[in-house]
């Protein structure tokens, strides 16, 4: 667990997109209980993070189609939200930084660490917007 006054910014830097914070395992089920569609962010202070995914993110919220909503937990500091998180994925290892995209309480779209390391911020916003695209109803359009 990271000291909370180091992990603050990064998880503003998240919040400030319109990115919910889920702490417990109770925020994950009611977030993942809603019908529609959730972006789930696994926040890290790891570099790919800081570099890729969190830019990444903030561009893909930017996009005319976004899921009905977006949660974030952070990675180490939140252990009992990310846990329930992954548990609703059993057959996807985990990492961090880490998305999915969840329709209707079921993940359609997977974005690991292997596909964010080593990718520029447009990249990764291109892999979540053609999830979007694809997955987010017409309701969801800005």
Known sequence: MY???MVQP????VTRLGVSECRTGADIDQALSQKGTVLAFINSVCGCAAGNARPGLALAMRHATKPTAAITVFAGNDPEAASRLRSKMAMIPPSSPFFALFKDGQVVHAVPRHEIEGKSPQDVARNLTMAFDKFCSTAAKA
């Open 3 to 5: 000291p909370e006054e």
């Open 10 to 13: 990064m998880r503003e830097e």
